[in-house]
């Protein structure tokens, strides 16, 4: 894709406002990431195991909805990445976090699947709250 398929995208350009609302929206969503599944499987197993996800306070539904879309993006990736030829660069980096799992109750989870499972099972606590 190039500059001009890019923009063809957008009702208009691209531009530097665009990008640092972006740039914000990436943000907040890494800094309730970081929150919400914590450093270390281990954090993810905790966070799995509890009857309902502890939720990070400062933050709306919109913010797990982001939340979620981000992080089925790169689940997606992980997952179809490494069969992926345009994406073979990443193949270390795809091995790595597709083979890590994480059991629960009898049912595995990859590091990414468990993220996914965590900010569906918030997103599902704060509609009903």
């Not at 001009?4 to 740039?23: C, I, M, N, S």
């Not at 502890?54 to 997606?76: C, M, N, W, Y």
């Not at 990445?81 to 345009?86: E, Q």
């Amino acid at each position: 894709m190039d500059e001009q398929e890019f923009d063809a995208l957008f009702r208009r350009p691209f531009g530097k406002v665009d990008f640092q609302r972006a740039d914000a929206r990436w943000g907040r969503s890494a800094t309730l990431a970081c929150a919400l599944f914590g450093r270390t499987p281990e954090d993810l197993r905790r966070q799995l195991v509890a009857s309902l996800p502890k939720i990070p306070s400062g933050f709306d539904l919109a913010d797990f909805r982001d939340l979620e879309r981000h992080v089925q993006t790169i689940s997606g990736l992980v997952l179809s990445g490494s069969s992926n030829p345009r994406m073979a660069w990443l193949s270390p980096w795809f091995t790595q976090f597709a083979s890590a799992s994480i059991t629960v109750d009898g049912q595995c989870y990859t590091v990414w699947e468990a993220r996914c499972e965590i900010v569906r099972r918030a997103i599902e606590y704060l509609e009903i709250r």
